[in-house]
Protein backbone atom coordinates (compact mmCIF):
# COMPACT_ATOMS: atom_id res chain seq x y z
CA UNK A 1 0.00 0.00 0.00
CA UNK A 2 1.58 3.20 -1.09
CA UNK A 3 1.14 7.11 0.56
CA UNK A 4 -1.46 7.50 -2.74
CA UNK A 5 -3.90 4.53 -1.61
CA UNK A 6 -4.57 6.51 1.40
CA UNK A 7 -8.40 8.50 1.35
CA UNK A 8 -8.22 11.54 1.45
CA UNK A 9 -11.09 13.89 1.94
CA UNK A 10 -10.87 16.71 -0.43
CA UNK A 11 -10.55 20.31 1.15
CA UNK A 12 -11.52 23.82 -1.13
CA UNK A 13 -8.38 25.82 -1.63
CA UNK A 14 -6.22 23.73 0.66
CA UNK A 15 -2.84 24.07 0.05
CA UNK A 16 -0.90 20.78 -1.52
CA UNK A 17 1.57 20.58 1.48
CA UNK A 18 -1.24 20.59 3.91
CA UNK A 19 -2.39 17.80 2.09
CA UNK A 20 0.69 15.78 2.30
CA UNK A 21 0.67 16.55 5.84
CA UNK A 22 -2.39 14.74 6.39
CA UNK A 23 -1.71 11.98 4.43
CA UNK A 24 1.84 11.63 6.26
CA UNK A 25 -0.08 12.52 9.66
CA UNK A 26 -2.72 9.53 8.83
CA UNK A 27 0.55 6.99 7.99
CA UNK A 28 2.27 7.95 11.44
CA UNK A 29 -1.29 7.77 13.62
CA UNK A 30 -2.40 3.80 12.05
CA UNK A 31 1.09 3.02 13.22
CA UNK A 32 2.05 1.91 9.44
CA UNK A 33 5.23 4.02 9.78
CA UNK A 34 5.35 3.34 13.82
CA UNK A 35 7.97 5.42 15.99
CA UNK A 36 11.73 5.23 15.08
CA UNK A 37 10.87 4.27 11.50
CA UNK A 38 12.96 6.22 8.84
CA UNK A 39 10.68 8.55 6.49
CA UNK A 40 11.07 7.86 2.88
CA UNK A 41 13.57 10.50 1.09
CA UNK A 42 11.86 13.70 -0.37
CA UNK A 43 12.41 12.42 -3.92
CA UNK A 44 10.79 9.34 -3.54
CA UNK A 45 7.69 11.13 -1.56
CA UNK A 46 7.25 13.44 -4.16
CA UNK A 47 7.30 10.93 -6.60
CA UNK A 48 4.72 9.09 -4.84
CA UNK A 49 2.85 11.53 -4.16
CA UNK A 50 2.65 13.37 -7.48
CA UNK A 51 3.83 16.92 -5.70
CA UNK A 52 6.97 19.21 -6.28
CA UNK A 53 10.11 18.36 -3.28
CA UNK A 54 9.28 22.21 -2.49
CA UNK A 55 6.09 20.92 -1.42
CA UNK A 56 7.31 17.66 0.31
CA UNK A 57 9.50 20.24 2.73
CA UNK A 58 7.04 22.37 3.57
CA UNK A 59 5.23 19.26 4.99
CA UNK A 60 7.96 18.13 6.26
CA UNK A 61 8.41 21.44 8.46
CA UNK A 62 5.03 20.93 9.88
CA UNK A 63 5.44 17.82 10.80
CA UNK A 64 8.74 18.59 12.26
CA UNK A 65 6.98 21.34 14.20
CA UNK A 66 4.07 19.30 15.49
CA UNK A 67 6.92 16.88 17.26
CA UNK A 68 5.84 14.11 14.65
CA UNK A 69 8.86 14.08 12.66
CA UNK A 70 12.45 14.54 14.15
CA UNK A 71 16.14 14.48 12.54
CA UNK A 72 18.62 13.04 14.79
CA UNK A 73 21.84 14.65 15.84
CA UNK A 74 21.41 16.94 13.28
CA UNK A 75 22.11 14.88 10.52
CA UNK A 76 19.90 14.97 7.03
CA UNK A 77 17.56 11.51 7.69
CA UNK A 78 13.75 11.94 9.05
CA UNK A 79 12.62 9.43 11.50
CA UNK A 80 8.98 9.68 12.76
CA UNK A 81 9.26 10.26 16.99
CA UNK A 82 6.47 10.95 18.95
CA UNK A 83 5.67 14.62 20.34
CA UNK A 84 7.47 15.56 22.96
CA UNK A 85 5.86 17.53 26.85
CA UNK A 86 7.38 20.59 25.10
CA UNK A 87 5.84 19.89 21.66
CA UNK A 88 2.40 19.44 23.09
CA UNK A 89 2.61 21.90 25.90
CA UNK A 90 3.65 25.00 23.95
CA UNK A 91 0.48 24.83 21.66
CA UNK A 92 -2.31 24.26 24.45
CA UNK A 93 -0.44 26.95 26.56
CA UNK A 94 -1.05 29.61 23.34
CA UNK A 95 -4.75 28.05 22.98
CA UNK A 96 -5.37 28.67 26.56
CA UNK A 97 -4.18 32.23 26.70
CA UNK A 98 -6.00 33.27 23.21
CA UNK A 99 -9.26 31.41 24.65
CA UNK A 100 -8.86 34.12 27.71
CA UNK A 101 -9.35 31.04 29.79
CA UNK A 102 -9.50 32.47 33.44
CA UNK A 103 -7.31 31.48 36.48
CA UNK A 104 -10.13 29.94 38.17
CA UNK A 105 -10.75 27.58 35.51
CA UNK A 106 -7.42 26.89 35.58
CA UNK A 107 -7.38 26.54 39.17
CA UNK A 108 -9.98 24.06 39.31
CA UNK A 109 -8.47 22.12 36.81
CA UNK A 110 -5.52 21.83 38.70
CA UNK A 111 -7.40 20.98 41.96
CA UNK A 112 -8.43 17.84 39.52
CA UNK A 113 -5.27 16.90 38.40
CA UNK A 114 -2.82 16.82 41.28
CA UNK A 115 -4.85 15.17 43.37
CA UNK A 116 -5.21 12.37 41.46
CA UNK A 117 -1.25 12.49 40.55
CA UNK A 118 -0.83 12.39 43.88
CA UNK A 119 -2.82 9.56 44.41
CA UNK A 120 -0.99 6.98 42.04
CA UNK A 121 1.80 8.03 43.01
CA UNK A 122 1.20 6.82 46.69
CA UNK A 123 1.49 3.18 45.70
CA UNK A 124 4.13 3.58 42.50
CA UNK A 125 6.72 5.88 44.49
CA UNK A 126 10.19 4.75 44.86
CA UNK A 127 12.72 5.59 48.10
CA UNK A 128 14.86 7.57 45.34
CA UNK A 129 12.31 10.27 44.69
CA UNK A 130 10.96 10.09 48.68
CA UNK A 131 14.61 10.90 49.67
CA UNK A 132 14.29 13.82 46.73
CA UNK A 133 11.21 15.35 47.82
CA UNK A 134 12.43 15.61 51.57
CA UNK A 135 15.56 17.29 50.30
CA UNK A 136 13.28 19.63 48.72
CA UNK A 137 10.79 20.28 51.70
CA UNK A 138 14.33 20.85 53.72
CA UNK A 139 15.76 23.68 50.95
CA UNK A 140 12.03 25.29 50.87
CA UNK A 141 11.88 25.61 54.82
CA UNK A 142 15.09 27.94 54.52
CA UNK A 143 14.16 29.42 51.48
CA UNK A 144 11.39 32.06 53.21
CA UNK A 145 12.57 35.34 51.83
CA UNK A 146 13.94 34.02 48.27
CA UNK A 147 10.07 34.43 46.69
CA UNK A 148 11.70 32.99 43.39
CA UNK A 149 13.55 30.00 45.29
CA UNK A 150 9.96 29.18 47.03
CA UNK A 151 8.35 29.38 43.42
CA UNK A 152 11.18 27.21 41.94
CA UNK A 153 11.02 24.64 44.18
CA UNK A 154 7.53 24.13 44.76
CA UNK A 155 7.54 23.73 41.17
CA UNK A 156 9.85 20.81 41.72
CA UNK A 157 8.15 19.80 44.46
CA UNK A 158 4.82 18.82 42.27
CA UNK A 159 6.85 18.42 39.56
CA UNK A 160 8.67 15.03 41.39
CA UNK A 161 5.16 14.23 42.31
CA UNK A 162 3.69 14.38 38.84
CA UNK A 163 6.80 11.89 37.26
CA UNK A 164 6.28 9.57 40.20
CA UNK A 165 2.75 9.16 39.37
CA UNK A 166 3.49 7.29 36.47
CA UNK A 167 0.17 8.24 34.61
CA UNK A 168 2.13 9.51 31.66
CA UNK A 169 -1.89 10.76 30.52
CA UNK A 170 -2.21 13.20 33.21
CA UNK A 171 1.57 14.19 33.34
CA UNK A 172 0.84 15.61 29.55
CA UNK A 173 -2.30 17.30 30.82
CA UNK A 174 -0.75 19.16 33.70
CA UNK A 175 2.46 20.17 32.12
CA UNK A 176 0.72 23.43 29.81
CA UNK A 177 -1.47 24.61 32.97
CA UNK A 178 1.21 24.43 34.91
CA UNK A 179 3.11 26.45 33.02
CA UNK A 180 0.35 28.84 33.15
CA UNK A 181 0.06 28.19 37.01
CA UNK A 182 2.86 28.60 38.70
CA UNK A 183 3.68 32.65 37.51
CA UNK A 184 0.55 33.12 39.87
CA UNK A 185 3.03 31.55 42.88
CA UNK A 186 5.70 34.43 42.31
CA UNK A 187 2.80 36.97 42.06
CA UNK A 188 1.37 35.44 45.58
CA UNK A 189 4.65 35.14 47.43
CA UNK A 190 5.63 38.58 46.55
CA UNK A 191 1.98 39.89 48.28
CA UNK A 192 1.86 37.10 51.17
CA UNK A 193 4.47 35.32 53.52
CA UNK A 194 2.78 31.94 52.93
CA UNK A 195 6.31 30.00 52.73
CA UNK A 196 5.64 28.79 56.08
CA UNK A 197 1.84 27.58 55.22
CA UNK A 198 3.79 25.96 51.91
CA UNK A 199 6.43 23.86 53.87
CA UNK A 200 3.60 22.86 56.10
CA UNK A 201 1.56 21.00 53.11
CA UNK A 202 4.24 19.70 51.53
CA UNK A 203 5.55 18.00 55.00
CA UNK A 204 1.88 16.44 55.47
CA UNK A 205 1.67 15.59 51.56
CA UNK A 206 5.41 13.59 51.87
CA UNK A 207 5.06 12.27 54.85
CA UNK A 208 1.68 10.39 53.39
CA UNK A 209 3.41 9.19 50.82
CA UNK A 210 5.77 7.47 52.44
CA UNK A 211 3.45 5.54 54.40
CA UNK A 212 1.74 5.02 51.02
CA UNK A 213 -1.51 6.60 51.96
CA UNK A 214 -3.42 7.13 48.91
CA UNK A 215 -6.24 8.65 50.71
CA UNK A 216 -4.42 10.83 53.52
CA UNK A 217 -2.07 12.00 50.24
CA UNK A 218 -4.98 13.30 48.04
CA UNK A 219 -6.97 15.00 50.78
CA UNK A 220 -3.59 17.02 51.90
CA UNK A 221 -3.17 17.86 48.15
CA UNK A 222 -6.67 19.28 47.73
CA UNK A 223 -6.38 21.30 51.07
CA UNK A 224 -2.82 22.71 49.46
CA UNK A 225 -4.32 23.98 46.30
CA UNK A 226 -7.76 25.15 47.91
CA UNK A 227 -5.18 27.14 50.63
CA UNK A 228 -3.60 28.68 47.24
CA UNK A 229 -6.70 29.52 45.93
CA UNK A 230 -7.09 31.42 49.25
CA UNK A 231 -3.64 32.64 49.46
CA UNK A 232 -4.33 34.24 45.35
CA UNK A 233 -7.59 36.34 46.79
CA UNK A 234 -6.27 37.54 49.90
CA UNK A 235 -3.32 38.97 47.35
CA UNK A 236 -5.98 41.42 45.84
CA UNK A 237 -5.66 39.03 42.58
CA UNK A 238 -8.37 38.65 40.24
CA UNK A 239 -9.37 35.08 40.16
CA UNK A 240 -12.38 35.95 37.20
CA UNK A 241 -9.15 37.37 35.11
CA UNK A 242 -7.78 36.01 32.24
CA UNK A 243 -4.72 33.88 32.05
CA UNK A 244 -1.33 35.63 31.23
CA UNK A 245 1.67 34.56 28.90
CA UNK A 246 3.82 33.02 31.31
CA UNK A 247 6.35 36.07 30.86
CA UNK A 248 3.85 38.33 32.37
CA UNK A 249 4.27 38.38 35.95
CA UNK A 250 3.06 41.14 38.20
CA UNK A 251 5.39 41.01 41.06
CA UNK A 252 4.09 44.32 42.58
Not at 81 to 87: G, K, M, V
Not at 109 to 128: F, K, N, Q
Amino acid sequence: MSLLDVEIVPVSNEPAYRSVVRRIETKIMSGEWAVGDRVPAETTLAQDLGVHRSTIREAIRVLEQNGLVRRHDGGKLLFVTAPREADISSKITAAIVLQEVTFFELWESMRCIEPALVEGAASRISEDTLDALQENVERTRVAYEDKKSLVQLDIEFHQLIATASGNRALQLCRQPISQLFYPAFLNVFSRLNAGERLVFAHEKILQALRGRDAAVAREWMDKHVVDFRRGYELASLDIDAPVGWPGKIDAA
